[in-house]
């Protein structure tokens, strides 16, 4: 069987790849068309796709004239939520009022049949597959609703795969969010056949928007054992040095809209900056990283034991420098908790409570003498036993595992469905 795969960012490359690589190895075909940034071509997991047999990886831009590309990227620009909170709002909100969406829909069907007739054969069987689509996405509404559309007009299924993972158990989390009630920009995802979750607390977005029929809790394709174990033999080289610090401690930052304390996540660095022997590497987030304040401390980058990381390195390769690893509610931190390495939850600099801390309240950190008192004992008595097996087996077992181990065969399965 075919499928079409359409990746768009980091995270969608991180969490899809593993279910392109078992389709694949189940016997099926597919292209992969890249919606995104053009150095993503170069990316690991990408350079490992374009290897595998069955596997076709494209960039849109090269399927699209020229022209007719460049229609569609003004459009889909003047669409999303980014360019309508800009300085320019007015102006694109007034701009989109007469260029209406009837003079929008022949760039969409251009552009949605020239996608289809690449991969499709008159008549064939096959499944079109986007990540999570919202409302406020990198690529907007709009267009994927008319594709998903002309697909389901030819006889295709269209399934909506997970880009991550939910690492609140809590859901006013962003600037301007006061009213507990259900996120409507997830509800977007009602146009998809199905639309998958690794687990019950990802499902919770999308429960109360559309049939919940619709939705299918698979378990998580990026930290299931398969992939773990997959990801271990294609993972390039770490740029990062090894050195004698005693204690290497890693920090993993959200994207700027979700409400975090920076003034106290600053104060954390600076505690434990101050211990001696202690090493802080600090990664923004691959999305909008340059947004956060503390990207831009020059205080804190003149501290000689704390660094800031670039996207050159890669999460992975944190994950496999660090002894400990301070969590600002990101499901990176998963592979971590799966191979046994201490993550602290640090739940009070931010305004969600993290599914860590939620299943395993010995990883929380609720005030700065935490912070202090975990560093030091980690200096003191090293980094092993840190948690309690019965909570970490359960927080496997529904939020990574649902279903049984064999994550990667039931997406497959249901791709086929």
């Not at 980091?10 to 940034?37: E, Q």
């Amino acid at each position: 069987m075919k499928a079409l795969f359409f990746l768009r960012h980091y995270n969608d490359i991180d969490h899809i790849t593993p279910v392109i690589f078992k389709w694949v190895d189940s016997g099926h075909s597919c292209d992969v068309v890249l919606l995104g940034k053009k150095k993503f071509i170069r990316d690991y997991r990408i350079e490992f796709l374009r290897k595998l047999n069955g596997v076709h990886v494209v960039h849109v831009h090269e399927l699209l004239p020229s022209v007719e590309f460049i229609r569609w990227r003004l459009q889909m620009l003047m669409l999303v939520r980014s360019a309508h909170d800009s300085i320019f709002g007015p102006l694109v909100k007034y701009f989109n009022r007469a260029y209406d969406f009837k003079k929008r829909e022949p760039v969409w069907q251009r552009v949605t049949n020239c996608l289809l007739s690449y991969s499709f054969k008159e008549g064939e069987q096959g499944v079109v597959v986007f990540d999570w689509i919202e409302r406020n996405s990198y690529i907007c509404v709009e267009w994927v609703e008319t594709f998903v559309s002309m697909a389901r007009n030819i006889g295709l299924g269209t399934v909506s795969l997970p880009h991550g993972d939910s690492p609140h158990a809590s859901q006013l989390i962003r600037r301007g969010e006061w009213v507990l009630e259900p996120d409507t920009s997830f509800s977007a995802a009602g146009m998809f056949d199905q639309v998958v979750v690794p687990n019950e607390l990802c499902s919770v977005r999308f429960r109360s928007l559309f049939d919940n029929r619709k939705i299918a809790v698979l378990g998580s394709p990026r930290y299931c054992d398969e992939w773990l174990t997959k990801l271990a033999t294609i993972l390039p080289p770490s740029p990062l040095a090894q050195t004698d610090s005693r204690l290497k401690v890693v920090m993993f930052l959200r994207k700027a809209n979700y409400t975090t304390f920076w003034e106290e996540v600053g104060e954390v660095v600076q505690v434990i900056a101050a211990f001696p022997g202690v090493e802080l590497a600090i990664k923004p987030h691959t999305r909008g990283g340059w947004k956060q304040s503390l990207t831009n401390d020059t205080e804190l980058q003149r501290l000689p034991n704390v660094t800031m990381i670039n996207d050159a390195v890669h999460s992975v390769h944190l994950l496999n420098w660090a002894d400990v690893i301070i969590d600002l509610a990101t499901s990176v931190v998963y592979e971590a908790i799966k191979a046994k390495k201490p993550v602290l939850a640090a739940d009070y600099l931010h305004a969600g409570r993290s599914a860590a801390a939620f299943f395993m309240p010995e990883t929380e950190l609720r005030c700065r003498d935490d912070v202090y008192q975990r560093i030091a004992g980690f200096l003191s008595d090293g980094c092993e036993d840190f948690y309690i097996e019965e909570h970490r087996q359960r927080f496997l077992q529904e939020m990574m595992d649902v279903g049984g181990v064999d994550v990667l065969d039931r997406y497959v399965k249901l791709l086929e469905a």
